[in-house]
Every structure is written in C-alpha cells, then in structure tokens.
C-alpha cells in the first residue's frame, strides 16, 4: 500500500488541524473494503449508509457514536462453522469494525437492518443561530428619520 506522507500540509496550513487529522486516519486506516457500503444522499439534509452484513443478526451488530465518529461493529459466535464442511464459502463471516467521519451537525437518527442490509439513517440540524440570516441595508435617510424620530420623542 503507497504511504501518503501529510507532514508538508501540516506545516503550510492554519485551522484545518481536523481536516488533517481525517485525512491522515483515513489514509491509516488500511480497511479492506469489508463489508461493502453505499452512502446515499437521500434529501437536503438526510443521508443513509447501508451496508451488507450477510449473516449477521442484531445482536452481532453494534453501533456507537462517539464525538464526531460512526462506528459500526460486526462479530459472528462462529458456532456451526465447525461442523460445516464447505466446498465454497464465498459468504464472509469474519469481524469487522468501519468507521465513518460525519460532518459537523450530523447525527444518527436510527438503523434498521433488513434482508442482511444495515441501514444508517442520518440527519444534518444546523442550530438557527448558525443558519444564514438576511441583514436590512439602510441608507443614510433612513437613520436620519429614525434620529429624527427619537429626537420628537
């Protein structure tokens, strides 16, 4: 695997210490491509992540929030596989763990899992003081008759 070295970008920005930290992660992580996952955009501010967990249940599933970070774990008893002979196993049943970076007010709303699809469901709720707002422009006759109005007064 090529090894990206971010050390120059580090010396050359200010403020994008996250940004960085996400990109160095990411780059480190060394995932497999296990279990695969589609991230869907579903509206304006609803997202989805489904991911194929075949042979995985509830309860060998787990999901955490933590900061700004999804995690999703999978971990099978592996009863049975003693006693199975194969002569082709192209289902994947080993562990697994994939995070996800979400975006700043993003927030897991729920999961569901269904026919061996996990389904993420994510909202982004930007807080009303951080929305874009309109600002009235006045001219200079309009503060003087509001002057002129509190010197009436």
Same mark, same amino acid.
């Given at each position: 695997?090529?090894?990206?070295?971010? /050390?120059?970008?580090?010396?050359?920005?200010?403020?994008?210490?996250? $940004?960085?930290? $996400?990109?160095?992660?990411?780059?480190?992580?060394?995932?497999?491509?296990?279990?695969?996952?589609?991230?869907?955009?579903?509206?304006?501010?609803?997202?989805?992540?489904? $991911?194929?967990?075949?042979?995985?249940?509830? *309860?060998?599933?787990?999901?955490? %929030?933590? *900061?700004?970070? %999804?995690?999703?774990?999978?971990?099978?008893?592996?009863?049975?596989?003693?006693?199975?002979?194969?002569?082709?196993?192209?289902?994947?049943?080993? /562990?697994?763990?994939?995070?996800? &970076?979400?975006?700043?007010? %993003?927030?897991? /709303?729920?999961?569901?899992?269904?026919?061996?699809?996990?389904?993420?469901?994510? %909202?982004?709720?930007?807080?009303?003081?951080?929305?874009?707002?309109?600002?009235?422009?006045?001219? *200079?006759? *309009?503060?003087? &008759?509001?002057?002129? /109005?509190?010197?009436?007064?």
């Amino acid at each position: 695997m090529t090894r990206f070295d971010f /050390s120059p970008l580090f010396r050359s920005t200010v403020g994008f210490d996250r $940004m960085m930290n $996400m990109l160095e992660a990411s780059a480190r992580s060394g995932e497999e491509g296990y279990p695969p996952y589609n991230i869907e955009k579903k509206g304006e501010n609803d997202y989805c992540i489904t $991911m194929a967990v075949a042979g995985f249940g509830e *309860d060998d599933l787990g999901i955490e %929030v933590k *900061d700004s970070t %999804v995690t999703v774990s999978g971990s099978t008893s592996g009863e049975g596989d003693k006693e199975q002979t194969y002569l082709h196993r192209g289902i994947a049943a080993r /562990s697994f763990r994939r995070a996800f &970076q979400l975006a700043d007010h %993003v927030h897991v /709303s729920g999961a569901n899992l269904e026919n061996g699809l996990l389904h993420i469901d994510l %909202v982004r709720e930007v807080p009303e003081a951080l929305k874009p707002r309109t600002i009235k422009i006045s001219t *200079d006759q *309009d503060s003087r &008759q509001i002057e002129a /109005s509190r010197q009436a007064a």
